[in-house]
Nanobody, 125 residues
């Protein structure tokens, strides 16, 4: 069982930046993918970004492409989400996810078996 713990959320103004962190405790296997999802009030959880275990192959939602960057530090068993040029519509609870499931798209929640508790990001206009 892998436990994921997020941090780094907060309240910022539009145009600002935030960096979210997620630490995985427990043993992650070789092909463990990690991702970020978000959920705004009254909306379904949506994909933000994913990073394959090679640390180079990534995928982004169109709404965050060119503004957000996902990265990982294997030595610290961590994944990060650098968020720049934040907009009010980025306001949501951000969740870290991890898993080995390869039969479904990395853009779906079904691809991940492990989830963090979430960290709130609020962007004011």
């Amino acid at each position: 069982q892998v436990r994921l713990i997020e941090s780094g959320g907060g309240l910022v103004q539009a145009g600002s930046s935030l960096r979210l962190s997620c630490v995985a405790s427990g043993r992650t296997q070789r092909f463990y993918k990690m991702a970020w999802f978000r959920q705004a009030p009254g909306k379904e959880r949506e994909f933000v970004a994913a990073l394959w275990s090679d640390g180079r192959t990534d995928s982004y939602a169109d709404s965050v492409k060119d503004r957000f960057t996902i990265s990982r530090d294997e030595s610290r068993n961590s994944v990060f989400l650098q968020m720049n040029s934040l907009k009010p519509e980025d306001t949501a609870i951000y969740y870290c996810a991890g898993g080995l499931i390869s039969t479904v798209s990395v853009r779906t929640t079904a691809a991940y078996s492990d989830w963090g508790q979430g960290t709130q990001v609020t962007v004011s206009s």
